[in-house]
């Protein structure tokens, strides 16, 4: 079983930064990938950003320019460093991490953490 434990997050003005991390613990043998996903309210969760074991990184067009996501393997973090933030990047900010817990196939895990609320005022 894999834990998540995200920090950060919290209240802005419109144009500040906020910086959330993503810390994984449990029986972890290998992270494949590790990403940060968005829900505001009355809309489906979304994806952020993600960044898969090779360094490849994905953003939403919504975030490119603004976001960074960064992961620091020997800690099983993941950051994601917000600037530039904007009234629509209210959300609930969630970690996801995908990876296996050995060498066997079905020690795969697809863990969420709890959520961490970014509220950015106009």
């Known amino acids: 079983q894999v834990q998540l434990v995200e920090s950060g997050g919290g209240l802005v003005q419109a144009g500040g930064s906020l910086s959330l991390s993503c810390a994984a613990s449990g029986i972890i043998f290998t992270i494949n990938a590790m990403g940060w996903y968005r829900q505001a309210p009355g809309k489906q969760r979304e994806l952020v950003a993600s960044i898969n074991s090779g360094g490849s990184i994905n953003y939403a067009d919504s975030v490119k320019g603004r976001f960074t996501i960064s992961r620091d393997n020997a800690k099983n973090t993941v950051y994601l460093q917000m600037n530039s933030l904007k009234p629509e990047d209210t959300a609930v900010y969630y970690c996801?991490?995908?990876?296996?817990?050995?060498?066997?196939?079905?020690?795969?895990?697809?863990?969420w953490g709890q959520g961490t609320q970014v509220t950015v005022s106009s």
């Open positions: 996801n991490v995908l990876g296996y817990g050995s060498y066997y196939p079905s020690s795969v895990f697809d863990s």
